[in-house]
DNA sequence: ATCGAGTATCTTGCTGAGCGAGATAATACG
DNA sequence: CGTATTATCTCGCTCAGCAAGATACTCGAT
């Protein structure tokens, strides 16, 4: 065990951040009937939305981690809630494109919306030098945990 | 849709790390023939043994959200894979202390350990005042995520 | 001392997310 | 046209976690 030096500290509150992001997701879920997929699904597609790209059924399922049988099945449940739109491809016919209906973005934008605003404020509440101390940490964890084996 | 000021990137940033931080505790998982449950209560029990405390059955679950059953079966799955054991409280016996085994110790801090050097690492490179704005906002962020109704 | 209420854990039976294998349908290329 | 390839869906299954209830222990009151 190191000894826990001022660095730790931080380390842990990182730890903290995502535990709480990960408890408000779930808030999220649990409030409109969703299971955890569901929400990581419903934002996969609204990134891809503001990219101004389109997402089929298969890439999604990819950016997800799950193999064909599941991804038809949480389409099923998302589309049986009402939160997305089958759309069989019009060049390929094979594909399907899953749009996303107008208001599970409101409801998304409704819910984290506040936490997302309140973020921005801190930010503001930096000078350029400090901003550039926290990008440049998240940054950085973000490519370690990336490239560890 | 707010206008993306130059705060929203470090907002994406945080969110890709967390992105990549449940990717890496899923490798972990994965790896070591874990459920993702079973990766977060190692966590827990890691924490409260730091802390210098006990965990019993309940509070486990209590703290992973599960209920009396799911947490007797996630304990059944553990204790199988050698991970934890069951040991009757002493002063209550109808308590179940869960003890981590040594080796599941090692396995964590093997993995998590190199990743924790790295983010140390990366803060040793601020000063205190750049460390200090990293802090406040991860506290800032933690805070307003835990918060929020 | 023992009875009853309260608490901690386990057992049983079930639901549903996600997997593997294979079916179906559309496209691409000879 | 026919064969290979690709995208999605169907079927049958496994297993995490839930609800309800059983079991075992503690503690206060009488």
Known sequence: ????????????LLRAVTVELGLHSARFAQRNAMHPTDVRALIALMDAS?????????RLGAELGLNSAGTTSLLDRMERAGHVRRVRGREDRRKVVVEVDERA?????AFFGPLIGRAVEL???????????????LAGVRDAAAEEV
Chains 1, 2 share one sequence.
């Open 1 to 12: 065990m190191p000894s826990p030096g001022p660095e730790m500290e931080i380390v842990h």
């Open 123 to 137: 930010l503001q509440g930096y000078d350029e030098g400090e901003r550039a101390a926290i990008r440049g940490f």
């Open 50 to 58: 503001r990219a101004g790209e389109e997402r089929t059924a298969g």
């Open 105 to 109: 973005v409101e409801l998304g934008q």
